[in-house]
């Protein structure tokens, strides 16, 4: 499973990239909206006015939708009619399944938490502040470095300073921070976000 930040979740609000959240599941509709170029209509117009964003308050939390009594037949019909509409080809949908329960599109939760963080290149002697998802292990958080500020994060041995700040210790690429001791401290007055240093190996080879 991946996790997100919100701030990753709310660019993607076009119509040819279209993310959004339901009780922090994320669903990336875009496979779908293209599917319907062909068969626009204004339930998908509404669905597009919200990406980007929590539409939490149109499902239950089992994310089926919520629904209301109609005044004029009694019956009862959905808060968000955007629901009701599906992808028309059969290899951009799951068949009887609404788009909000469907694994198809559901690409993973919003984080719990996020976690301010500092990368200090050695090399270069530069500080990149970063915030990851609480969830995040450091195999995650070099990928999002490399993706982001410098394509060779591989090249570099990433550390962290041992207890005291001695030496450098060594990071256990498949935990969290938290797993690797970086924890998120609650006190009275502002820490500076933890620390993880990069020492240059001389191989761009590794990317």
Same mark, same amino acid.
């Not at 808060?79 to 469907?102: N, R």
């Not at 990149?128 to 998802?133: F, H, L, S």
């Not at 969830?135 to 962290?160: C, F, M, P, V």
């Given at each position: ?22 009780? @922090? ?9 293209? @599917? ?8 998908? @117009?509404?669905?597009? *006015?919200?990406?980007?964003? =929590? ?12 629904? !209301?009594?109609?005044? %004029?037949?009694?019956?009862?019909? %959905? +808060?968000?009619?955007?629901?009701? !509409?599906?992808?028309?080809? $059969?290899?951009?949908?799951? &068949? /009887? ?5 469907? *694994?198809? #599109? ?19 002697? &530069?500080?990149?502040?970063?915030? %990851?998802?609480? $969830? ?8 999002? #470095? *490399? !993706? ?5 994060? /591989?090249? #570099?041995?990433?550390?962290?300073? *041992?207890? /005291?700040? @001695?030496?450098? /210790?060594?990071?256990?690429?498949? !935990?969290?921070? =938290? ?10 007055? $502002? ?6 240093? +990069? ?9």
């Amino acid at each position: 499973m991946r996790y997100y930040l919100f701030d990753e979740v709310c660019l993607h609000n076009k119509k040819d990239d279209f993310w959004i959240i339901i009780h @922090d599941n994320i669903f990336n509709l875009t496979p779908m909206l293209k @599917d319907r170029y062909d068969s626009w209509n204004k339930n998908l @117009d509404l669905l597009l *006015s919200f990406g980007g964003k =929590d539409i939490s308050h149109f499902f239950l939390y089992n994310n089926l939708p919520k629904t !209301e009594i109609s005044p %004029v037949t009694g019956k009862p019909r %959905v +808060l968000f009619p955007p629901i009701l !509409e599906a992808a028309v080809s $059969e290899h951009c949908k799951t &068949t /009887g399944k609404l788009w909000s329960q469907d *694994s198809f #599109y559901h690409i993973g939760r919003l984080t719990r938490k996020e976690r301010r963080l500092r990368i200090i290149n050695t090399l270069t002697g &530069t500080t990149t502040a970063m915030k %990851v998802c609480d $969830e995040d292990t450091i195999y995650d958080i070099q990928r999002k #470095y *490399s !993706e982001l500020y410098n394509s060779h994060a /591989g090249s #570099y041995l990433w550390r962290k300073f *041992s207890y /005291g700040g @001695d030496c450098p /210790g060594e990071l256990l690429l498949h !935990e969290t921070l =938290d797993g690797n001791g970086l924890v998120d401290e609650e006190t009275d007055i $502002e820490l500076p976000p933890p620390s993880i240093w +990069l020492y240059y190996t001389n191989d761009l080879t590794i990317a």
